[in-house]
Protein backbone atom coordinates (compact mmCIF):
# COMPACT_ATOMS: atom_id res chain seq x y z
CA UNK A 1 0.00 0.00 0.00
CA UNK A 2 1.20 3.46 -0.48
CA UNK A 3 2.17 6.18 2.13
CA UNK A 4 -0.89 7.95 1.77
CA UNK A 5 -4.71 7.00 0.17
CA UNK A 6 -7.35 9.05 -0.72
CA UNK A 7 -10.19 7.51 -0.34
CA UNK A 8 -13.85 9.05 -2.30
CA UNK A 9 -17.05 8.32 0.14
CA UNK A 10 -19.89 8.64 -0.66
CA UNK A 11 -23.68 8.19 0.94
CA UNK A 12 -27.02 8.57 -0.31
CA UNK A 13 -28.99 7.00 2.89
CA UNK A 14 -31.48 8.81 3.51
CA UNK A 15 -32.11 13.04 2.28
CA UNK A 16 -28.39 13.89 1.64
CA UNK A 17 -26.64 13.65 -1.12
CA UNK A 18 -23.16 13.28 -0.10
CA UNK A 19 -19.32 12.69 -1.39
CA UNK A 20 -16.07 13.04 0.23
CA UNK A 21 -12.49 12.77 -0.56
CA UNK A 22 -10.58 11.80 2.53
CA UNK A 23 -6.68 11.66 2.75
CA UNK A 24 -5.34 8.56 5.08
CA UNK A 25 -1.38 8.74 6.00
CA UNK A 26 0.31 6.18 6.67
CA UNK A 27 0.25 7.07 10.43
CA UNK A 28 -3.86 6.76 9.97
CA UNK A 29 -4.00 9.78 10.34
CA UNK A 30 -7.26 11.30 8.87
CA UNK A 31 -7.52 14.86 6.92
CA UNK A 32 -10.48 15.70 5.02
CA UNK A 33 -10.34 16.96 1.57
CA UNK A 34 -13.49 18.14 0.69
CA UNK A 35 -17.38 17.32 2.59
CA UNK A 36 -20.17 18.27 0.07
CA UNK A 37 -23.28 17.69 1.54
CA UNK A 38 -26.36 18.47 -0.77
CA UNK A 39 -29.71 18.45 1.52
CA UNK A 40 -33.02 17.62 0.49
CA UNK A 41 -34.21 18.43 3.99
CA UNK A 42 -36.58 21.41 2.08
CA UNK A 43 -38.57 19.18 -0.38
CA UNK A 44 -39.68 16.71 2.13
CA UNK A 45 -40.19 19.07 4.93
CA UNK A 46 -43.70 19.59 3.56
CA UNK A 47 -44.50 16.05 4.10
CA UNK A 48 -43.61 15.78 7.28
CA UNK A 49 -40.68 13.03 6.30
CA UNK A 50 -38.43 11.47 4.22
CA UNK A 51 -40.12 10.18 1.10
CA UNK A 52 -37.96 7.54 -0.65
CA UNK A 53 -38.59 7.40 -3.93
CA UNK A 54 -38.75 11.17 -4.17
CA UNK A 55 -35.55 11.25 -2.01
CA UNK A 56 -33.97 8.81 -5.04
CA UNK A 57 -35.11 11.36 -7.49
CA UNK A 58 -33.16 14.07 -5.86
CA UNK A 59 -29.81 11.81 -5.50
CA UNK A 60 -29.55 10.51 -9.41
CA UNK A 61 -30.23 14.59 -10.05
CA UNK A 62 -27.37 15.50 -7.67
CA UNK A 63 -24.80 12.78 -7.38
CA UNK A 64 -22.70 13.94 -10.57
CA UNK A 65 -22.70 17.78 -9.67
CA UNK A 66 -21.96 16.59 -5.88
CA UNK A 67 -19.36 14.22 -6.99
CA UNK A 68 -17.68 16.88 -9.38
CA UNK A 69 -17.64 19.24 -6.65
CA UNK A 70 -15.69 17.38 -4.14
CA UNK A 71 -13.57 16.41 -6.24
CA UNK A 72 -12.72 19.61 -7.36
CA UNK A 73 -12.94 21.20 -3.41
CA UNK A 74 -10.61 18.02 -2.92
CA UNK A 75 -7.82 19.27 -5.06
CA UNK A 76 -7.62 15.97 -6.25
CA UNK A 77 -7.31 16.83 -9.57
CA UNK A 78 -9.61 13.54 -11.01
CA UNK A 79 -10.69 10.49 -10.40
CA UNK A 80 -7.12 9.02 -10.98
CA UNK A 81 -6.20 10.36 -7.64
CA UNK A 82 -8.75 8.69 -5.87
CA UNK A 83 -7.22 4.80 -4.31
CA UNK A 84 -10.49 3.58 -3.11
CA UNK A 85 -14.15 4.16 -2.64
CA UNK A 86 -16.24 3.85 0.04
CA UNK A 87 -20.30 3.88 -0.19
CA UNK A 88 -23.36 3.31 1.82
CA UNK A 89 -24.38 -0.15 1.25
CA UNK A 90 -27.20 0.05 4.34
CA UNK A 91 -29.43 0.47 6.54
CA UNK A 92 -30.86 3.02 4.47
CA UNK A 93 -33.71 3.72 1.85
CA UNK A 94 -33.29 1.30 -0.31
CA UNK A 95 -34.12 3.33 -3.73
CA UNK A 96 -31.95 5.96 -1.97
CA UNK A 97 -29.29 3.29 -1.43
CA UNK A 98 -29.33 2.12 -4.89
CA UNK A 99 -28.14 5.51 -6.61
CA UNK A 100 -25.21 5.96 -4.67
CA UNK A 101 -23.85 2.30 -4.84
CA UNK A 102 -24.86 2.15 -8.34
CA UNK A 103 -23.13 5.29 -9.10
CA UNK A 104 -20.16 4.24 -6.98
CA UNK A 105 -19.84 0.79 -8.92
CA UNK A 106 -19.50 2.57 -12.04
CA UNK A 107 -16.99 4.75 -11.34
CA UNK A 108 -14.98 1.54 -9.75
CA UNK A 109 -15.30 -0.15 -13.00
CA UNK A 110 -14.57 2.49 -14.91
CA UNK A 111 -11.42 3.69 -13.25
CA UNK A 112 -10.77 0.06 -11.83
CA UNK A 113 -10.78 1.26 -8.30
CA UNK A 114 -11.37 -0.99 -5.58
CA UNK A 115 -14.65 -0.46 -4.20
CA UNK A 116 -15.40 -1.31 -0.33
CA UNK A 117 -19.85 -1.09 0.88
CA UNK A 118 -19.81 0.89 4.06
CA UNK A 119 -22.23 -0.09 7.07
CA UNK A 120 -24.38 3.63 7.48
CA UNK A 121 -24.30 3.08 11.46
CA UNK A 122 -20.88 2.06 11.38
CA UNK A 123 -20.03 5.09 9.23
CA UNK A 124 -21.52 7.36 11.84
CA UNK A 125 -19.00 5.36 14.55
CA UNK A 126 -16.19 6.66 12.31
CA UNK A 127 -17.36 10.41 12.15
CA UNK A 128 -14.94 10.59 15.19
CA UNK A 129 -12.07 9.82 14.12
CA UNK A 130 -10.41 12.88 13.02
CA UNK A 131 -7.19 14.01 12.97
CA UNK A 132 -8.25 17.10 14.83
CA UNK A 133 -10.18 14.43 17.74
CA UNK A 134 -6.95 13.12 18.21
CA UNK A 135 -8.08 9.85 19.46
CA UNK A 136 -5.35 7.75 21.35
CA UNK A 137 -7.07 3.87 20.81
CA UNK A 138 -5.01 2.58 23.71
CA UNK A 139 -7.26 5.28 26.20
CA UNK A 140 -10.56 3.85 23.94
CA UNK A 141 -10.95 0.54 23.56
CA UNK A 142 -13.00 -1.47 24.31
CA UNK A 143 -15.65 1.24 23.92
CA UNK A 144 -19.62 1.68 23.97
CA UNK A 145 -21.21 3.21 21.03
CA UNK A 146 -23.93 5.01 21.65
CA UNK A 147 -25.53 5.85 17.74
CA UNK A 148 -28.69 7.91 17.81
CA UNK A 149 -29.94 8.68 14.40
CA UNK A 150 -33.22 9.29 12.73
CA UNK A 151 -33.55 5.67 11.92
CA UNK A 152 -31.66 3.93 14.99
CA UNK A 153 -30.91 4.03 18.32
CA UNK A 154 -28.17 1.16 18.98
CA UNK A 155 -25.74 0.45 21.81
CA UNK A 156 -22.43 -1.51 20.56
CA UNK A 157 -19.46 -3.00 22.29
CA UNK A 158 -16.74 -2.43 20.10
CA UNK A 159 -12.82 -3.73 21.08
CA UNK A 160 -10.89 -3.25 18.22
CA UNK A 161 -11.67 -1.93 14.44
CA UNK A 162 -13.97 -4.33 12.45
CA UNK A 163 -15.11 -5.80 15.85
CA UNK A 164 -18.26 -4.34 17.52
CA UNK A 165 -21.01 -6.51 19.34
CA UNK A 166 -24.76 -5.11 19.35
CA UNK A 167 -25.56 -4.80 23.02
CA UNK A 168 -28.99 -3.39 22.63
CA UNK A 169 -31.40 -1.56 20.18
CA UNK A 170 -34.80 0.25 19.90
CA UNK A 171 -37.87 -2.07 19.54
CA UNK A 172 -39.71 0.17 18.40
CA UNK A 173 -39.24 3.96 16.86
CA UNK A 174 -35.56 5.16 16.95
CA UNK A 175 -34.54 8.53 19.25
CA UNK A 176 -34.93 11.01 16.58
CA UNK A 177 -37.87 9.59 14.72
CA UNK A 178 -39.20 10.39 18.28
CA UNK A 179 -37.50 14.00 18.25
CA UNK A 180 -39.30 14.22 14.63
CA UNK A 181 -42.74 12.89 15.57
CA UNK A 182 -42.86 15.02 18.55
CA UNK A 183 -41.99 18.06 16.66
CA UNK A 184 -44.91 17.26 14.41
CA UNK A 185 -47.55 17.17 17.25
CA UNK A 186 -45.76 20.50 18.09
CA UNK A 187 -46.66 22.06 14.32
CA UNK A 188 -43.02 22.60 14.90
CA UNK A 189 -41.84 21.24 11.12
CA UNK A 190 -39.29 18.82 9.74
CA UNK A 191 -37.10 17.65 11.07
CA UNK A 192 -37.87 17.88 14.51
CA UNK A 193 -34.24 17.42 16.58
CA UNK A 194 -33.16 20.38 16.12
CA UNK A 195 -36.42 22.77 16.60
CA UNK A 196 -36.87 20.65 20.10
CA UNK A 197 -33.76 21.23 21.16
CA UNK A 198 -34.32 24.84 20.13
CA UNK A 199 -37.37 24.88 22.13
CA UNK A 200 -36.29 23.10 24.77
CA UNK A 201 -33.42 25.22 25.70
CA UNK A 202 -36.20 28.32 26.36
CA UNK A 203 -38.28 25.51 28.69
CA UNK A 204 -38.44 23.97 31.65
CA UNK A 205 -37.07 19.58 31.84
CA UNK A 206 -39.70 19.40 34.93
CA UNK A 207 -42.75 20.99 33.60
CA UNK A 208 -44.32 17.70 32.80
CA UNK A 209 -43.56 14.59 34.31
CA UNK A 210 -42.92 11.90 31.12
CA UNK A 211 -42.12 8.45 31.21
CA UNK A 212 -38.52 7.10 30.75
CA UNK A 213 -39.86 3.68 29.02
CA UNK A 214 -37.40 0.77 29.41
CA UNK A 215 -34.97 2.30 31.47
CA UNK A 216 -34.78 -0.26 34.67
CA UNK A 217 -35.11 -3.07 32.28
CA UNK A 218 -32.66 -5.72 32.06
CA UNK A 219 -31.50 -5.62 28.71
CA UNK A 220 -29.84 -2.61 26.97
CA UNK A 221 -32.95 -1.77 24.44
CA UNK A 222 -34.59 0.57 23.94
CA UNK A 223 -38.40 1.59 22.91
CA UNK A 224 -39.46 5.54 22.40
CA UNK A 225 -42.85 4.95 20.74
CA UNK A 226 -44.72 5.17 24.41
CA UNK A 227 -43.14 8.55 25.37
CA UNK A 228 -44.40 9.82 21.69
CA UNK A 229 -47.76 8.84 22.78
CA UNK A 230 -47.01 10.20 26.57
CA UNK A 231 -46.89 13.79 24.62
CA UNK A 232 -49.72 13.25 22.25
CA UNK A 233 -52.01 12.21 25.41
CA UNK A 234 -50.43 15.69 27.34
CA UNK A 235 -51.50 17.67 24.31
CA UNK A 236 -54.86 16.18 24.65
CA UNK A 237 -55.17 17.02 28.19
CA UNK A 238 -54.00 19.80 28.10
CA UNK A 239 -56.67 21.00 25.24
CA UNK A 240 -59.28 19.53 27.11
CA UNK A 241 -58.50 21.55 30.21
CA UNK A 242 -58.26 25.09 27.50
CA UNK A 243 -54.56 25.47 27.96
CA UNK A 244 -53.56 27.42 24.53
CA UNK A 245 -50.81 25.57 23.45
CA UNK A 246 -48.46 28.72 22.78
CA UNK A 247 -44.44 29.05 22.30
CA UNK A 248 -44.60 28.43 26.03
CA UNK A 249 -46.49 25.34 26.96
CA UNK A 250 -44.30 24.21 23.59
CA UNK A 251 -41.09 24.93 24.89
CA UNK A 252 -41.60 23.51 28.42
CA UNK A 253 -43.30 20.16 26.46
CA UNK A 254 -40.34 20.37 24.53
CA UNK A 255 -37.77 20.39 27.13
CA UNK A 256 -39.68 17.69 29.40
CA UNK A 257 -39.53 15.38 26.41
CA UNK A 258 -35.91 15.92 25.61
CA UNK A 259 -35.16 14.72 29.52
CA UNK A 260 -36.97 12.15 29.34
CA UNK A 261 -35.68 11.04 25.88
CA UNK A 262 -31.86 11.89 26.86
CA UNK A 263 -31.90 10.19 30.62
CA UNK A 264 -33.22 6.84 28.96
CA UNK A 265 -29.78 6.74 26.76
CA UNK A 266 -27.74 8.09 29.16
CA UNK A 267 -28.56 6.10 31.61
CA UNK A 268 -28.81 2.45 29.62
CA UNK A 269 -25.48 3.81 28.29
CA UNK A 270 -23.04 4.09 31.54
CA UNK A 271 -24.72 0.85 33.26
CA UNK A 272 -23.61 -0.86 29.79
CA UNK A 273 -19.70 1.18 30.12
CA UNK A 274 -19.94 -0.41 33.66
CA UNK A 275 -21.24 -4.12 32.69
CA UNK A 276 -18.84 -4.39 30.04
CA UNK A 277 -15.60 -2.34 32.00
CA UNK A 278 -14.66 -0.18 28.87
CA UNK A 279 -12.51 2.68 28.67
CA UNK A 280 -14.47 5.35 27.32
CA UNK A 281 -18.26 6.07 25.60
CA UNK A 282 -18.42 7.24 21.83
CA UNK A 283 -21.70 8.98 20.87
CA UNK A 284 -22.73 9.20 16.57
CA UNK A 285 -25.28 9.90 14.66
CA UNK A 286 -27.70 12.63 14.11
CA UNK A 287 -29.15 12.90 17.32
CA UNK A 288 -25.42 13.04 18.66
CA UNK A 289 -25.82 16.85 17.45
CA UNK A 290 -27.90 17.71 20.90
CA UNK A 291 -26.35 19.87 23.03
CA UNK A 292 -27.95 18.75 26.29
CA UNK A 293 -27.53 14.71 25.21
CA UNK A 294 -23.64 16.13 24.80
CA UNK A 295 -23.46 17.96 27.96
CA UNK A 296 -25.63 15.37 29.95
CA UNK A 297 -23.73 12.51 28.75
CA UNK A 298 -20.02 14.04 29.06
CA UNK A 299 -20.90 14.87 32.56
CA UNK A 300 -22.07 10.84 33.66
CA UNK A 301 -18.82 9.96 31.70
CA UNK A 302 -16.54 12.23 34.14
CA UNK A 303 -18.53 11.26 37.09
CA UNK A 304 -18.02 7.61 36.25
CA UNK A 305 -14.64 7.89 35.02
CA UNK A 306 -14.97 6.71 31.29
CA UNK A 307 -13.10 8.89 28.25
CA UNK A 308 -15.81 10.71 26.26
CA UNK A 309 -15.89 11.25 22.58
CA UNK A 310 -18.57 12.64 20.21
CA UNK A 311 -17.77 14.06 16.39
CA UNK A 312 -17.61 17.79 15.71
CA UNK A 313 -20.92 19.37 15.50
CA UNK A 314 -20.51 19.17 11.09
CA UNK A 315 -20.17 15.54 11.29
CA UNK A 316 -23.27 14.38 13.83
CA UNK A 317 -25.87 14.17 10.62
CA UNK A 318 -25.18 12.28 7.31
CA UNK A 319 -22.14 13.02 5.35
CA UNK A 320 -19.66 11.10 3.61
CA UNK A 321 -16.48 11.40 5.21
CA UNK A 322 -17.61 9.30 7.90
CA UNK A 323 -18.21 6.39 5.23
CA UNK A 324 -15.06 7.29 3.54
CA UNK A 325 -12.99 6.66 7.43
CA UNK A 326 -15.31 3.58 8.22
CA UNK A 327 -14.41 2.61 4.29
CA UNK A 328 -10.46 3.20 4.78
CA UNK A 329 -10.71 0.83 8.05
CA UNK A 330 -12.49 -1.73 6.48
CA UNK A 331 -9.96 -1.88 3.80
CA UNK A 332 -7.06 -2.41 5.50
CA UNK A 333 -8.63 -5.43 7.49
CA UNK A 334 -9.50 -6.83 4.56
CA UNK A 335 -6.59 -6.05 2.84
CA UNK A 336 -4.40 -7.86 6.08
CA UNK A 337 -7.02 -10.71 5.74
CA UNK A 338 -5.55 -11.22 2.65
CA UNK A 339 -8.90 -10.73 0.86
CA UNK A 340 -7.66 -7.79 -1.53
CA UNK A 341 -8.78 -9.68 -4.17
CA UNK A 342 -12.11 -10.37 -3.48
CA UNK A 343 -12.75 -6.36 -3.36
CA UNK A 344 -10.86 -4.90 -5.98
CA UNK A 345 -13.89 -5.58 -8.45
CA UNK A 346 -16.50 -6.26 -5.64
CA UNK A 347 -18.93 -6.97 -8.69
CA UNK A 348 -21.52 -8.84 -6.28
CA UNK A 349 -21.66 -5.50 -4.01
CA UNK A 350 -25.46 -4.71 -3.20
CA UNK A 351 -27.47 -3.05 -0.62
O1 LIG B 1 -27.92 10.44 11.34
P1 LIG B 1 -28.96 11.24 10.69
O2 LIG B 1 -28.55 12.48 9.94
O3 LIG B 1 -29.79 10.38 9.68
C1 LIG B 1 -30.09 9.04 9.94
O4 LIG B 1 -29.18 8.17 9.75
O5 LIG B 1 -31.24 8.79 10.38
O6 LIG B 1 -30.00 11.62 11.83
C2 LIG B 1 -31.12 12.41 11.57
C3 LIG B 1 -31.89 12.55 12.86
C4 LIG B 1 -33.25 13.20 12.69
O7 LIG B 1 -34.22 12.43 13.35
C5 LIG B 1 -33.08 14.57 13.33
O8 LIG B 1 -34.27 15.08 13.89
C6 LIG B 1 -32.05 14.25 14.41
O9 LIG B 1 -31.14 13.38 13.78
N1 LIG B 1 -31.35 15.45 14.89
C7 LIG B 1 -31.41 15.88 16.16
C8 LIG B 1 -30.68 17.09 16.23
N2 LIG B 1 -30.17 17.35 14.99
C9 LIG B 1 -30.60 16.32 14.18
N3 LIG B 1 -32.04 15.37 17.24
C10 LIG B 1 -31.94 16.05 18.41
N4 LIG B 1 -31.28 17.23 18.54
C11 LIG B 1 -30.63 17.77 17.49
N5 LIG B 1 -29.98 18.93 17.65
ZN1 LIG C 1 -27.33 8.59 9.61
Known amino acids: MVNTMNILGIETSCDETAVSVIDASAKNEITVLSNVVSSQVKLHARFGGVVPNLAAR ?187 INENVRADIAASFQEAATDVVIQKTIKAARKYK ?4 MLSGGVSANNSLREKLLSACKNSDFAFYCPEMKYTTDNATMIAIAGYYEFKHKKTANKWRNILMDANLSI
Not at 210 to 226: C, E, Q, T, V, W
Not at 278 to 281: C, E
Request: aromatic share 8%.
Open 278 to 281: VKSI
Open 58 to 244: EHAKNIGKVFELALKESKTKSVKDIDLIAVTRGPGLGPALLIGLTFAKALAWQNNLPIIGVNHLLGHVYSNWLKEARLDEKKLFPTINLIVSGGHTELSLMSKHNKQKIIGETLDDAIGEAFDKVARLLDLGYPGGPIISKYASQGDPNKYPLPRPMIHSKDFNFSYSGLKTAVLYLLRDLKEKMVE
